[in-house]
């Protein structure tokens, strides 16, 4: 019953930027982790970022000083800022979500449906 809605994606060229947005949905008591991953062809997946509850942050070693991750708590949206893209950032980037479910109080885990960037030269 909950779902995730991201957009953003697109085609930029090297040097610009994007901003990611993640939007939650449903029966959703709390949210407890958000996270972006991305994946290239030929690629494993890698995380990108993630932000937890308490307002901590962890980034890739590839993206840092570039990416910024935030997140709106009224709205259930995570955002992904990225700044000087390169072709190396081109992949399909997906929202992770860990929330408590209001009816059975467990924890769950939702993904969104993938949003592309690419990057051009």
């Known amino acids: 019953q909950v779902q995730l809605v991201e957009s953003g994606g697109g085609l930029v060229q090297a040097g610009g930027s994007l901003r990611l947005s993640c939007a939650a949905s449903?029966?959703?008591?709390?949210?407890?982790?958000m996270g972006w991953y991305r994946q290239a062809p030929g690629k494993q997946g890698e995380l990108v970022a993630d932000i937890y509850s308490t307002g901590s942050t962890k980034y890739a070693d590839s993206v840092k000083g570039r990416f910024i991750i935030s997140r709106d708590n009224a709205r259930n949206t995570v955002y992904l800022q990225m700044n000087s893209l390169n072709p190396e950032d081109t992949a399909v980037y997906y929202c992770?979500?860990?929330?408590?479910?209001?009816?059975?109080?467990?924890?769950?885990?939702?993904w969104g449906q993938g949003t592309l960037v690419t990057v051009s030269s």
């Open positions: 992770n979500v860990r929330f408590v479910d209001t009816s059975s109080y467990k924890y769950l885990t939702v």
């Open positions: 449903g029966s959703i008591s709390s949210i407890n982790y």
